[in-house]
Nanobody, 121 residues
Framework: QVQPVESGGGLVQAGGSLRLSCAAS????????MGWFRQATGKEREFVSA????????FYADSAKGRFTISRDNAKNTVYLQMNSLKPEDTAVYYC??????????????WGQGTQVTVSS
């Protein structure tokens, strides 16, 4: 079992960058694929990106391709989401989740509480 905790959100101007981090407690972090999701006000939660257990495979939503990069450091039990060229439509609460199965359709079992990202125009 792991417990993800997100950090790194904040307010940024359009065109700027943010790096989200997700630290997961537990000694089995490398047993889980990790994913990032987001939920904007009034909208459903949507997939952003995912990375396999040892990082050899990554997956992105079309909205994230070319702008966001997911990575992980299993020695630090941490997964990152580097977000560049941010747009106002990227404004949302970003969630980190730990999952199992085969990518990109992992079954996400453990979720963090989320971190707010606000992009001003």
């Amino acid at each position: 079992q792991v417990q993800p905790v997100e950090s790194g959100g904040g307010l940024v101007q359009a065109g700027g960058s943010l790096r989200l981090s997700c630290a997961a407690s537990g000694r089995t972090f490398s047993s889980y694929a990790m994913g990032w999701f987001r939920q904007a006000t009034g909208k459903e939660r949507e997939f952003v990106s995912a990375i396999s257990r040892i990082g050899e495979s990554t997956f992105y939503a079309d909205s994230a391709k070319g702008r966001f990069t997911i990575s992980r450091d299993n020695a630090k039990n941490t997964v990152y989401l580097q977000m560049n060229s941010l747009k106002p439509e990227d404004t949302a609460v970003y969630y980190c989740a730990a999952g199992r199965g085969r990518g990109p359709d992992y079954e996400y079992l453990y979720w963090g509480q989320g971190t707010q990202v606000t992009v001003s125009s």
